[in-house]
């Protein structure tokens, strides 16, 4: 079985003490807790005083964005280098990255080499927005995303991507669980048929958009779900144990 994942990904939210607050509560309530990978992503400015809570639990921290060269001039950007200190996971091709940052596949492409070549774990968005859902074009979208993002990537388990329909997220409409499940199982067969089978059937594939604790034993009973990508509720660190509760109960 494929150690199921459980991410929060805090956007750009919290003040310092929120961030120790909600991280305290995390490794004080779920630290027991082995049968899933916990992850959490709060804004790069925290990672370094949440590093050191964190540091002797087994709670995970991630990055929510990086950019691809190791260092030099770009301002405001943050690299792969710098995280890996910090940080073991790092969400890429997010699609508020992509829509409000005008992020391509190619960029994302060159990002995800650079995580993996500093030993940081990426976890690769991808979803189709309403129009592309409507049109019947999601299932295309969703294949091309993934050729491109992971083209010239020997991939293995250590990538995860995470199926994020854009009209689920932050909306409070989530996907019904036969959607997720069919896009989710049509990401396996891409991974299958376009990379490689044997690490298709040990990827994790995970759903997000608008997972609360009311909906996720919905998705986490799916054939193809390895966890959730979890956006507004990962704040309220209740709900987020108990998301994570209700995955090591799987
Ligand atoms: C996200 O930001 O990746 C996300 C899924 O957000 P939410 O859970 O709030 O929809």
Not at 192 to 205: C, M
Not at 214 to 242: H, M, Q, R, W
Request: aromatic share 6%; net charge neutral; charged share 20%.
């Amino acid at each position: 079985m494929i150690k199921p994942i459980i991410v929060g990904n805090w956007k750009m939210n919290t003040n310092s003490y929120e961030a120790y607050e909600i991280s305290s509560y995390l490794v004080n309530h779920i630290n027991e807790i082995n049968s899933v990978d916990k992850v959490i992503c709060p804004p790069h400015i925290y990672l370094p005083t949440l590093h050191n809570l964190v540091s002797t639990s087994n709670l995970h921290l991630g990055a929510q964005n990086m950019f691809y060269k190791n260092n030099g001039a770009y301002t405001g950007e943050v690299s792969a280098l710098m995280l890996k200190e910090y940080c073991e996971y790092v969400i890429l091709g997010h699609s508020e990255r992509r829509t409000i940052f005008s992020e391509n596949d190619d960029l994302i492409n060159k990002k995800t080499k650079a995580a993996i070549i500093n030993n940081i774990k990426p976890i690769i968005c991808v979803g189709e927005n309403i129009s592309e859902r409507e049109s019947g074009s999601a299932k295309n979208i969703i294949r091309n995303q993934i050729l491109n993002s992971l083209k010239s990537i020997d991939i293995d388990e250590n990538i995860t991507i995470a199926y994020e329909p854009i009209w689920a997220i932050g909306t409070g409409i989530a996907a019904t669980p036969e959607i997720a499940q069919e896009m989710m199982k049509h990401i396996r067969s891409v991974i299958k048929n376009d990379f490689n089978t044997n690490i298709a059937n040990k990827i994790r594939i995970l759903y997000g958009g608008s997972v609360t604790d009311n909906n996720t034993l919905e998705y986490l009973s799916l054939p193809d779900i390895n966890g959730c990508l979890v956006g507004g509720a990962s704040l309220d660190s209740k709900k987020f144990s108990n998301i994570v509760q209700m995955a090591s109960k799987l």
